[in-house]
């Protein structure tokens, strides 16, 4: 199995200890041993932390892996043969801006859906293209791997740089892949082992085929429904036990459209979207860049005392944190090793699913290998859902567009054609303040 050069671009997130997790696992395996991982990061306190204690783990638990940092783009690039990028333009300072302004004028703000996710795009994208730009230059061979948000944003502007060699995850996925565990009785922890086929645009997709070691999911499922437990337990407690209200709802759909959501999590934005604006405009609610600036302090605080006391150990934090690493180091695996193995990820769709233009960058379940993302056509979206796919698909081509060109009009576009924007003079007003706490950020669209 061949040893690889691995850049991590945003290596200094707190994200790595998932990576860290699945890469150590692949190594005692065998399969990425004597790898080299090379961490870039904004912020290079945060990359060399997270270095020293991969380091430090490897040494310890007598790991095949190597972890250093690079302060610079170019130098973590060279000889690489694959570019990780999970990077957050802005920090999640930013992302508490994208999903509170919206919601002082009573619109959404999330980072991947509406307006919220449009500014994320129009922050990433230009970072994206000087990433792009340097991989042609340093290491035009390498397979980028993205893991920024929004992905098929993001995805759909690196290729149009030139850079076909590129493939976009996410683990959305892993919100039906949880919820089909819980109505079968497993750990969520086996939730790798679900086959989900899912089509449409990231964070928009429906579970077109479902299969557990060769069951036809789907078969079974009216019979599974009609001994479950559905009385969710909570909102949302995503890897818990027992299902949560958004699991719930999501069965819902599927009573009425004979198929699952396939990012369970994300269909509330826009199938239950008053019941979303109540709970985020509900006294004392959390966002969820709140909660992620207080997991990232759990984890440097645990980081640190491992490097404290001696103890460094590459695991996986929580379920959460394991899938998110298996799908991009498992992805990258596949790649390396051409293990030709089924993950859902985001290219571009040449067909596969036929309600979309070819052109279109499309999440699908994919054969990964040796030549990249394979997709496996999933036929045609059921009518009733095409029209709310189609939306999603403008506005995230909208959003590329407009973050390309730095053309206004352009982002007022891909707002009013996503689903949950629909006033003009609500969405001028987001748009503008949005343009103002972001400027800094956004050097397109000001001249100087």
Not at 216 to 244: C, F, H, M, W
């Amino acid at each position: 199995m061949p040893s690889v050069r691995i850049a991590v671009i945003g290596g200094g997130s707190p994200y790595m200890t998932s990576m860290f997790a699945s890469l150590a696992r692949f190594a005692r395996q065998g399969s990425l041993k004597d790898s080299t991982i090379v961490l870039h990061d904004r912020v290079p306190e945060n990359a060399r932390l997270m270095g020293a204690w991969g380091e430090a783990a490897a040494r310890r638990e007598g790991l095949p892996l190597r972890f250093v940092t690079a302060d610079s783009l170019p130098s973590a690039l060279d000889g690489a043969d694959f570019v990780l990028s999970t990077f957050r333009t802005g920090g999640l300072d930013s992302r508490y801006q994208d999903e509170t302004i919206p919601l002082r004028h009573g619109e959404l703000g999330v980072e991947t859906v509406g307006l919220g996710g449009i500014f994320m795009a129009l922050r990433c994208i230009p970072d994206v293209v000087t990433l792009t730009q340097a991989v042609r230059k340093h290491c035009p061979d390498a397979w980028i791997i993205n893991y920024t948000n929004p992905t098929n944003m993001v995805t759909d502007a690196t290729l149009r740089c030139g850079h076909t060699r590129t493939l976009g995850l996410c683990d959305g996925v892993y919100g039906v892949k949880w919820l089909i565990c819980k109505l079968l009785g497993l750990p969520c922890g086996k939730a790798g082992e679900i086959e989900a086929y899912v089509a449409g645009i990231n964070h928009c997709t429906w579970t077109m085929k479902l299969f557990y070691h060769g069951r036809d999911l789907y078969r079974e499922l009216p019979d599974i429904l009609k001994t479950a437990d559905l009385q969710p337990a909570g909102y949302q407690s995503e890897v818990g036990n027992k299902l949560d209200q958004v699991q719930v709802e999501a069965i819902r759909l599927y009573r009425y459209y004979g198929i699952l959501p396939g990012s369970v999590y994300y269909t509330r934005y826009y199938y239950a979207l008053r019941e979303v604006m109540a709970h985020h405009l509900a006294p004392g609610f959390q966002q969820r860049s709140e909660w992620l600036r207080d997991l990232a302090a759990r984890k440097r605080g645990m980081i640190a005392r491992q490097l404290k006391e001696g103890c460094a150990s590459l695991a996986a934090y929580d379920d959460e944190d394991s899938s998110h690493g298996d799908q991009a180091v498992g992805a990258l695996n596949a790649v390396a090793n051409d293990t030709r193995k089924l993950e859902v990820a985001n290219v571009v769709n040449n067909g596969a699913v036929p309600n979309l233009p070819n052109d279109a960058v499309v999440e699908v379940a994919c054969i990964l290998g040796r030549h990249g993302a394979l997709p496996v056509a999933a036929g045609p979206l059921p009518f009733a859902v095409q029209d709310i796919v189609r939306a999603a698909h403008a506005c995230a081509k909208l959003t590329v567009d407009g973050a390309l060109s730095g053309d206004r009009n352009l982002v007022l576009q891909a707002a009013l054609v996503h689903p949950v924007h629909r006033d003009l003079d609500t969405a001028e007003k987001v748009i503008d303040a949005l343009f103002v706490a972001h400027r800094q950020w956004l050097p397109q669209f000001f001249s100087t």
